[in-house]
């Protein structure tokens, strides 16, 4: 964990959540102006049910000295704004895992069935030769 300071405006509590398939990152702003940043594994059962809601109550714990209990709610009052990405379903698009799914388009949109690699260096498309289908009819 990391620990700056920067103002925030509100007063409350501003919260940027990265969920991963192997780890949650979390970036805080606090009313005081510290900032927090924390990582914990996504999926740790046997210390937490969520690792967002986990980062959100041990930072809210820490800044105001009061204990928030794992098995109560976040009083939701202290917080100004939650933002949250994930990359797990594209993750589980792109390994081919997960439940089967359908997505019906019609003619207009039919390169969305197509993955895109990218370039590292150019940040370019490759071709559309190259791409390689994402979908499997049947």
Do not use: W
Not at 47 to 74: C, H, M, N, W
């Amino acid at each position: 964990q990391h620990m700056a300071s920067v103002p925030t405006e509100s007063g409350k509590f501003h919260f940027s959540i990265d969920r991963g398939g192997t780890f949650t990152d979390v970036f805080a702003t606090c009313p005081k102006g510290n900032i927090h940043v924390m990582k914990l594994l996504s999926e740790d059962t046997q210390r937490y049910v969520d690792a967002p809601r986990e980062a959100i109550r041990r930072i809210l714990s820490q800044e105001t000295g009061q204990d928030f209990p794992k098995d109560e709610r976040i009083p939701t009052d202290l917080i100004g704004s939650i933002r949250m990405g994930t990359t797990i379903a594209t993750n589980a698009l792109l390994e081919r895992k997960g439940s089967r799914t359908a997505l019906i388009v019609t003619k207009g949109f039919r390169d969305l069935t197509h993955r895109k690699p990218v370039e590292t260096q150019s940040l370019r498309f490759e071709r559309e030769s190259t791409r390689k289908l994402i979908h499997r009819c049947y």
